[in-house]
């Protein structure tokens, strides 16, 4: 059998009622919550399972998608299923992190929470904007964008879908001409910030501090960084990269296809959403990706990878 990674989704993922069915019925998916909530003063039951705006606010989202992802983390792998890798994109990658060994759930949910609120104070709103580019080679995309300035690739996402970000005016007319050099579509997003661009790189900074006081570990399994799409089995490097990926690109394509090449035969997407598996089947549609959102997702997806024993046993 070839290596599975576990793989986690960015903002945007985030719904109204993820991980209650993983709270209301798991110990353990329960006591993650309810801790993330005492340590971030923040009622994670009321933020996470019931409507309300704070969840779509970057403050609030990040803390709340990566303490979902890391408690139904915490129950498939109580099943005995446990991946040879990780990665996240963005802010998935602070899952991936934990789940490697390199930071506690507690640190990243503290981390996160705080990356939040940096990258939700760094622009003003109005200032900066996102867009999705459909229908374009990343070649093509970085032949229009780079010669402008204040405005770059976001997301390397999978074939034909790229997001470009950056200050409103360069965006638009970064939108214009792609367009014009053969973009299918260009869909402005729905974002309260331009994320991943050089207008965040003080929030990166910022973050730099915020992450001296992490308790890092040494690596169990390698992570996939988003900014070099490599392999790090050195946590020393971690810090570096997650204060670099703030106002860096996201190379998604690249990570997953470095996966692949590297063995990975097995991904496993824990959290809201199938965005990744949907990304992945674009960039390897032989790929085999399987879906946890809902309870009843975990042992349906443990039985499919490790037959029907009621733990898997995989031998490493």
């Known amino acids: 059998?070839?290596?599975?990674?576990?793989?986690?989704?960015?903002?945007?993922?985030?719904?109204?009622?993820m991980g209650k069915d993983f709270y209301e019925n798991c110990p353990r998916a329960k006591a993650l919550y309810d801790r993330a909530g005492e340590i971030l003063n923040l009622d994670m039951k009321e933020l996470c399972f019931e409507e309300n705006e704070r969840l779509d606010i970057t403050e609030y989202t990040q803390a709340a998608l990566v303490t979902t992802c890391l408690a139904m983390t915490d129950v498939v792998r109580s099943k005995g299923l446990e991946p040879d890798v990780t990665a996240g994109l963005s802010l998935g990658e602070y899952c991936a992190i934990a789940v490697a060994g390199g930071m506690s759930e507690l640190d990243a949910i503290r981390t996160v929470r705080k990356r939040g609120i940096l990258m939700q104070e760094a622009v003003p709103v109005g200032v900066g904007a996102m867009a999705a580019v459909l229908g374009m080679t990343a070649e093509e995309i970085e032949a229009?964008?780079?010669?402008?300035?204040?405005?770059?690739?976001?997301?390397?996402?999978?074939?034909?879908?790229?997001?470009?970000?950056?200050?409103?005016?360069?965006?638009?007319?970064?939108?214009?001409?792609?367009?014009?050099?053969?973009?299918?579509?260009?869909?402005?997003?729905?974002?309260?910030?331009?994320?991943?661009?050089?207008?965040?790189?003080?929030?990166?900074?910022?973050?730099?501090?915020?992450?001296?006081?992490?308790?890092?570990?040494?690596?169990?399994?390698?992570?996939?960084?988003?900014?070099?799409?490599?392999?790090?089995?050195?946590?020393?490097?971690?810090?570096?990269f997650l204060e670099k990926q703030v106002a860096g690109s996201v190379r998604w394509e690249q990570s997953m296809r470095n996966m692949l090449a590297?063995?990975?035969?097995?991904?496993?997407?824990?959290?809201?959403?199938?965005?990744?598996?949907?990304?992945?089947?674009?960039?390897d549609k032989e790929a085999v990706v399987y879906n946890i959102e809902k309870l009843e997702d975990v042992d349906t997806v443990v039985e499919a990878i490790c037959g029907k024993e009621a733990l898997c046993c995989r031998e490493k």
């Open 1 to 17: 059998m070839g290596k599975i990674a576990f793989i986690y989704p960015g903002q945007g993922a985030q719904k109204c009622g």
């Open 262 to 283: 590297d063995g990975v035969d097995t991904f496993v997407e824990i959290g809201p959403g199938r965005t990744l598996a949907g990304f992945l089947k674009k960039i």
């Open 144 to 240: 229009v964008v780079d010669p402008l300035e204040g405005v770059s690739i976001a997301n390397y996402n999978c074939p034909g879908q790229l997001v470009i970000t950056g200050y409103v005016q360069a965006v638009e007319t970064a939108s214009g001409l792609l367009k014009e050099a053969g973009a299918k579509r260009v869909v402005p997003l729905k974002v309260s910030g331009p994320f991943h661009s050089v207008l965040l790189t003080e929030a990166g900074q910022k973050l730099g501090e915020e992450l001296k006081t992490v308790q890092w570990s040494s690596l169990r399994i390698p992570y996939v960084t988003n900014v070099t799409a490599e392999a790090i089995i050195d946590i020393r490097k971690t810090k570096e």
